[in-house]
Structure formats: C-alpha cells, structure tokens
C-alpha cells in the first residue's frame, strides 16, 4: 500500500505543548554490509532490541543503513538493493518493533510507485506498522544523478514528543530544521553520512547551531567503517536545546547511545533563549509542505 502524507498544506506556526514526561531515544551506529538488504535488516533488528532493552522508545539510524551508501550499486539494480513500503524483507524490523514497542527511523534507499529513486527514512510505529516515509529534500551534489529529492518536511509524534525527520545534508541548511520547530517539533532526528575530516567539522557545526537556533533536541545517526568509497567518521551525538553535547559514540565502534529528552531541560531552554518564540511572532512560518504522522 502506498504511503501517503497526511497534508500536503503549507505549515502554520505550532504552538505545541511541551511533552509531560521524559522520552528515551537511541542513536546507532554499526557497520553496513553493502547491498546487503538481508543482513542489514537483521542487523538492525538486533540494534532495535538492544535500544529496547535500554529502554529506547524510539531508536535512530544512519542513512541508506539498508544497503550502505553506494549509489552506484543501488542504480545498477534498483529492485534488488532498493526497498518498497510493503517490502517483505523489512518483515524483520516490523517484528522487532512489535515485539518490543519501540519505533524506528531507518535509512533505506527507496523505490517509489513511479520508479523515481529516493534517499528515505522509514518510520515504523511501536507496532510494528510501517507508518511513513520520509525523502531526503536537500540532495548533496553527488546524489542528484541518482535521485529525486523530497518535497515534503515530516513531523512525527511519540509519547506527546514532536519529532523533526532529516536526512544527512539535509541539516545543513538551517530553513530544513527551522521548519520542524515552526511546526512544534521538540528534537530534530538525523540519519546522516559524515566522513573524517570536513565531515566530522560540519557535523560538530551543524547540529549543536540546528539545536541552540531553535531550542530542540538534535540527534544524530552516522555511520562508521567505510561506506560507498566514503571512510566515515561515527561519533553519533545528541546536542540539548541549549547546543550543547549530551552524549556521543566512538568514531569507529558499533555503538547504541541512549538518552533521555527531558521535557524540564527543553522548558527552561525555551525560557531562556526566546529564538523560536520571537521568530515566530513576527508571524514567520515554513513554505513548504510537511506531513504530520502520530506513532502510537
């Protein structure tokens, strides 16, 4: 069954309430077997029970986690290292979700109904549902021979917490998380390929800026070992509302962080740097379009 948005309406300002209590999420990282949609799956069904038995409510992927990075090889056969809602090789990680009620966002490169190819994020619902798909909307400039790019923001809600989705470049343009705090959004979560060196820089610039600009959560999923001819650099991170890190992995270790968003620690932030507020009262909103989707 296609997955459908919700909306497709330009986003009004969102004075979301802030959440009632503490939501635990996980950021992974774990090497990839490239074009390997089998292994991958089952990989990140072990990585979903391992966040869950931390207590994960929700746990993070890196992009394209289902098949490594490698552009070239998911173009040569698209239907063999491209997924599809409905996919029964992503049965693995519905049960997975199921079992242990915790959502997932995971990175896949994606097949639609029209045969375009896209850079995705895959939601999966505590049970087990897969609930919608996000297309990267900012394509690096390597990718844009390979894909199409998304035309919609996406929202997500969990246990009273509004979730921001992106996808690697996608963070380094401040409108893309912008508009997920004009929608109300608490955290903004990012699937992301970061190599050593420039990557890592921009990473440690981008994501504490998305979070302190906008007073929201910023997670980040990366990968590690060497990915599509990229050597990646790890380092899967959280940054607080107030920009400043919370936790982070190793560069090249398989690795689930775990941490608590605190809906005190997000309150006090907004009370004390009035960014979003104030940008939000000379009346700014996002103009593109975003869906809004409820886990459970």
Not at 252 to 260: K, M, T, Y
């Amino acid at each position: 069954m296609p997955i459908t948005p919700e909306a497709a309406q330009p986003a009004a300002v969102s004075q979301a309430p802030h959440p009632a209590r503490p939501l635990r999420i996980a950021t992974v990282q774990a090497e990839v077997v490239a074009g390997d949609i089998a292994a991958n799956v089952a990989e990140a069904a072990a990585l979903i029970r391992e966040a869950a038995a931390g207590g994960a409510r929700l746990v993070l992927f890196t992009e394209k986690f289902l098949s490594g990075y490698e552009p070239e090889l998911i173009t040569s056969d698209p239907v063999k290292y491209a997924v599809q809602p409905g996919d029964p090789r992503l049965a693995p990680i519905a049960e997975a979700c199921r079992e242990t009620g915790a959502a997932a966002v995971v990175g896949a490169a994606c097949r639609t109904d029209e045969d375009e190819l896209r850079i995705s994020a895959l939601v999966f619902g505590p049970d087990g549902t897969l609930v919608t798909r996000y297309d990267k909307q900012f394509l690096f400039k390597s990718e844009q021979a390979y894909y199409r790019p998304g035309t919609t923001g996406c929202t997500v809600e969990l246990d009273g917490w509004r979730l921001g989705l992106g996808i690697c470049y996608d963070s380094g343009f401040p409108e893309h998380a912008r508009a997920a705090a004009l929608d109300g959004c608490h955290a903004y979560l990012v699937g992301a390929l970061f190599s050593v060196g420039h990557g890592h820089h921009e990473s440690r610039i981008w994501f504490p800026a998305r979070a302190f600009d906008n007073t929201v959560y910023a997670l980040l999923a990366n990968h590690i070992g060497t990915t599509g001819a990229w050597r990646t650099c790890g380092a899967s991170a959280v940054w607080g509302p107030d920009g400043r890190l919370i936790a982070e992995a190793s560069a090249d270790r398989r690795e689930v962080v775990l941490v608590d968003l605190d809906p005190q620690v997000l309150r006090a932030a907004r009370e004390s740097e009035t960014l979003l507020a104030d940008f939000a009262a000379y009346g700014a909103a996002p103009a593109a379009p975003r869906a809004r989707h409820v886990l459970g």
